[in-house]
């Protein structure tokens, strides 16, 4: 059974947590009034595996609480029921909380939310993925721009134009977003010529993507493995990237669901650039099993490293803070099951963009017949694909960033 930590200064009272927990039956909850009592807590039992605060007044200042957890038990999953929490102080929360649900969420909601991030904590604490993880010798850091940039983003209210000059200030960077938003990827009639263009262009959310994705891409400089084309895997992240989220449009979500979708499709693969980077000996291993034996490559690099490229990208981007959705989507695109979500997300829109993209190329992706079916979303599997084939763009694919 698993443990879960209610820090609540209301429990026991209307507007408390405790009738949340009442029909769980897989979760044991242990209530606590106080930050300093939910801190002792859980110094003195490790078998906490997630904590959720209920913050209803400012005498719990659950951001700094939070921070404290996620210092002194990173692995311990971090929920936040949140209505009153105003926009500015929302963004001191983004960070520390892997979860955001409102204070009037059902038990259900509550309870998916638990299990999804401990999957997600489970995976990313396995141990293979760590032993790789620490072989790699230097894991790069957030890189700062984007820092930048989405503080910008968090800005009440976000300018396309400092945007634009965050990106300009980057000679090498400006260059290749504009060679990607120039690409046939996008088909613009006319020519972008400046990031302030291209950011109103693309929207503020999905620049910020692309900056990511490209700096991850031109951060990792891959060795030339016969096997293995940086510029391949661009495109086809470009690609997966845009199908997921004409995915999400499709099925009428928010627009921040779409851009969510997007990200996590241009990073969904970036594991595999950190691998062939890092470990580019043992990455041609995998490569060559894949020509040898008729297995994926993932099945490959299960078998040389006895994790995958989507894991170490989202042991990675879970280290730099992504939000959960997006470290999610990246970390179960190949085994969507795994991450026990029962509704359409962004790693379904992932998951299924990925295997449209992968159709009629030599490595296959094959979407998860049994996951769709669960979701109830057979029937819209056809939909998305013939959208999906129509926006394909053709074989001129663009150079590496
Ligand atoms: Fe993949
Ligand atoms: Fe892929």
Redesign the pocket.
Same mark, same amino acid.
Do not use: I, S, V, W
């Given at each position: 059974m698993r443990k879960v930590l209610f820090l609540d200064e209301k429990y026991d009272a209307i507007g408390g947590t405790q009738w949340l927990m009442q029909s769980v039956r897989r979760w044991q909850p242990v209530y606590v009034r106080t930050a300093e009592e939910a801190l002792r807590a859980l110094d003195e039992d490790e078998s906490f595996d997630a904590v959720v605060v209920n913050p209803q007044s400012d005498a719990v200042n659950g951001a700094a609480f939070l921070s404290e957890v996620m210092r002194r038990h990173p692995c311990t999953v971090r929920v936040v029921l949140s209505d009153r929490i105003g926009q500015e102080e929302l963004v001191r929360w983004l960070g520390p909380a892997h979860r955001r649900l409102s204070r009037f969420c059902s038990t259900p909601e509550l309870e998916s939310a638990l299990e999804r991030a401990c999957a997600l904590r489970d995976l990313l604490t396995n141990r293979s993925l760590q032993q790789t993880v620490s072989q790699i010798k230097s894991l790069p850091s957030l890189p700062a721009v984007y820092a930048e940039l989405v503080e910008e983003l968090q800005a009440p209210q976000p300018s396309v134009r400092k945007v634009g000059a965050i990106i300009a200030r980057d000679v090498a960077l400006t260059a290749k977003v504009l060679q990607v938003v120039n690409s046939a990827f996008f088909g613009l009639r006319r020519r972008i010529t400046s990031p302030a263009e291209a950011t109103m262009f693309l929207g503020l959310d999905a620049i910020v993507s692309l900056v990511l994705a490209i700096n991850v891409f031109s951060q990792f400089e891959a060795q030339r493995l016969p096997r293995f084309s940086p510029a391949a895997l661009w495109a086809h992240s470009l690609q997966t990237g845009l199908f997921a989220k004409r995915i999400v449009s499709m099925e009428r979500q928010s627009d921040k669901s779409a851009e969510e979708a997007f990200t996590a499709g241009l990073l #969904?693969?970036a594991?595999?650039i950190v691998l062939a980077t890092t470990l580019p000996e043992w990455y041609e291993q995998a490569l060559a099993l894949t020509h040898k034996e008729v297995v994926s490559? /993932?099945e490959a690099e299960q078998e040389v490293f006895g994790t995958? #490229? /989507?894991e170490v990208g989202a042991y990675l981007f879970g280290l730099w803070g992504l939000p959960d959705q997006i470290v999610e989507a990246v970390a179960f #695109? #190949?085994r969507p099951l795994d991450a026990r979500a029962d509704e359409f997300c962004a790693l379904t829109a992932v998951h299924v963009a990925?295997a449209i993209e992968h159709e009629g190329r030599a490595e296959r992706?094959q979407v998860d017949a049994d996951y769709l079916d669960a979701l109830r979303l057979t029937e819209r599997f056809t939909v998305w694909q013939r959208a999906c084939a129509k926006a394909r763009v053709g074989p001129d694919q663009p150079e590496e960033p």
């Open positions: #969904h693969d594991g595999k490559l /993932a995958t #490229h /989507a #695109h #190949h990925n992706a």
